[in-house]
């Protein structure tokens, strides 16, 4: 069982900057595969980025539309990730979930524990 607290959420305009932290509890995150989701209102839940770690490798997966804008890293000693997300767009309002899995993938349904969420909202 692993239980997922996100925070660092908030209030920015556009073309500013937040840090997202995904702390875990119960399990080390190492042991798993770590995304993060977004989900705006009347929208269904999409891929944002995914880290894992094989062996001292580390492994990382974003989806197109936040390339070069947002970076996914860990810290396996406080057992947190982070997505660091840079020139934030309107767009890109919505609220941001952890989740981790010991297989992971691209889908929401590709994951087993999910934190509470925390909203995002960059105005314009």
């Known amino acids: 069982q692993v239980h997922l607290v996100e925070s660092g959420g908030g209030l920015v305009p556009a073309g500013g900057s937040l840090r997202l932290s995904c702390a875990a509890s119960g399990r080390t995150f190492s042991n798993y595969v770590v995304g993060w989701f977004r989900q705006a209102p009347g929208k269904e839940g999409e891929f944002v980025a995914q880290i894992n770690w094989i062996g001292r490798n580390t492994y990382l997966y974003y989806a197109d539309f936040v390339k070069g804008r947002f970076t996914i890293s860990g810290d396996n000693a406080k057992n947190t990730v982070y997505l660091q997300m840079n020139s934030l767009r309107p767009e890109d309002t919505a609220v941001y979930y952890c989740?981790?899995?010991?297989?992971?993938?691209?889908?929401?349904?590709?994951?087993?524990?999910w934190g509470q969420g925390t909203q995002v909202t960059v105005s314009s």
């Open positions: 989740a981790a899995d010991s297989k992971g993938g691209r889908r929401p349904n590709d994951y087993a524990y």
